[in-house]
């Protein structure tokens, strides 16, 4: 086969890529998913798949992955009692809702115009990470029922377009109301859980016209088995560092990493 060293180079690239956001989404509570969507998007691209579709291919593929790298994640983090269930339940069937709708408003829209939403708001998440300061409060305890069952279908609506697990978002919502760090990070993996279960059974029914080898509805298998096997190993790792460092430091590198990200793919889509 005259691509398979090209398949096999993708193969690695992957490789990599899922040992990385293992780390992270145990490390930092943001999840792989806000690099496995552009790292999916190039490498698909590359292949050949540019389709119209494409960017579903990438959001199913990432919170399929998620399934398996929060799973890992919040049973790491709740053996060190860093899981807070109460907030959990409370978000739980909001953060369902919002994944389904999210679902429905991706199927619904071309793949460009779900990259110009994808890099915005992971600009907006990039901003908060770099320049967010910890001491920042919107209230000493989490929000209310009323507020919870506005926020809770937003995160799950805007994580499902980012096609991530909502720790990028859930980190901050539960930070700024006074949720200690280490319990929204463990926490955070349970969001993960909530939203992408329901919207990866959903995408299993989009109707995909042009998709790579062993795509079923808008998810790839294919990417999915290589991702979760190095996930797999390194959530772990990254359970185990956030307990022993500082993650500061590294999290505004991460941000100013998510902002160039953005505008590079912003740049792209503008045809400079």
């Known amino acids: 086969m005259e691509n398979l060293p090209l ?25 792989g998913g806000i690099i496995l969507v552009p790292a999916f998007l190039f490498v698909f691209q590359l292949l050949g798949y540019d389709s119209p579709q494409v960017m579903q291919i990438c959001l199913a593929t990432s919170l399929a992955t998620i399934i398996v790298t929060s799973a890992r994640s919040v049973f790491s983090h709740d053996k060190r009692g860093a899981v807070d269930w109460s907030i959990l339940k409370v978000w739980a069937p909001g953060l369902m809702i919002g994944a389904l709708v999210g679902v429905f408003v991706a199927s619904a829209l071309r793949s460009e115009v779900l990259q110009m939403i994808f890099a915005g ?24 029922k009323g507020l919870t069952a506005v926020l809770s279908p937003i995160t799950g609506l805007l994580s499902v377009l980012l096609g991530i697990g909502g720790g990028s978002l859930g980190v901050p919502v539960m930070t700024l109301h006074n949720v200690p760090i280490h319990r929204a990070v463990g926490t955070s993996a349970g969001f993960g ?6 919207s990866v059974v959903a995408f299993g029914f989009v109707d995909v016209a ?11 298998l294919i990417a ?16 185990a560092l956030a307990h022993r460092l500082d993650p500061a430091p590294l999290k505004r590198i991460f941000g100013i990493f998510l902002i160039a990200m953005a505008l590079n793919m912003l740049r792209k889509l503008a045809g400079w």
Do not use: H
Not at 16 to 26: D, E, N, Q, R, S
Not at 193 to 198: D, E, G, R
Not at 210 to 220: D, H, S
């Open 7 to 31: 398949l096999a180079a993708m193969a690695a690239m992957l490789m990599v890529l899922g040992a990385i956001a293992g780390v992270l989404a145990g490390l930092l509570g943001v999840g």
């Open 121 to 144: 708001l992971a600009l907006l998440v990039g901003l908060y990470i770099t320049f967010g300061r910890t001491r920042w409060r919107l209230g000493q305890r989490m929000p209310d």
């Open 193 to 198: 859980m909530i939203i992408a279960i329901p």
């Open 210 to 220: 042009v998709a790579p080898p062993g795509t079923i509805g808008a998810v790839n």
């Open 224 to 239: 999915f088995g290589l991702i979760v096997g190095m996930t797999l190993l390194t959530a772990p790792l990254g359970v």
